[in-house]
């Protein structure tokens, strides 16, 4: 939850899944760029998740390949995962 609020997406819809089903990320570098250290901050922090959280490893997987140059697709991804884990903030923890 601190994550949500950090991000300012307390009051996001939830979502099902954590990852678009056949998503089409890739580096296209025809669409606008979004703010690069934010990106990296936020990913770094769910890659740090993941290892509690084993439902958002590929999703996670796929948002990090493009932390050198993100754009708004991919922030996108990783708004989906932050929506993801607000519709189930236990699921997938390992005790």
Do not use: W
């Amino acid at each position: 939850m601190d994550l949500l609020t950090g991000t300012g997406m307390l009051g996001c819809k939830p979502a099902d899944t954590p990852i678009e089903m056949n998503h089409k990320l890739c580096e296209d570098m025809d669409q606008e760029p979004t703010n690069k250290e934010q990106y990296q901050r936020l990913v770094g922090r769910l890659i740090y998740l993941a290892h509690i959280r084993p439902d958002i490893a590929y999703a996670v997987s796929v948002v990090s390949q493009f932390m050198h140059l993100p754009n708004v697709s991919h922030r996108n991804a990783v708004d989906q995962i932050l929506r993801y884990l607000k519709s189930s903030p236990g699921k997938g923890l390992m005790f």
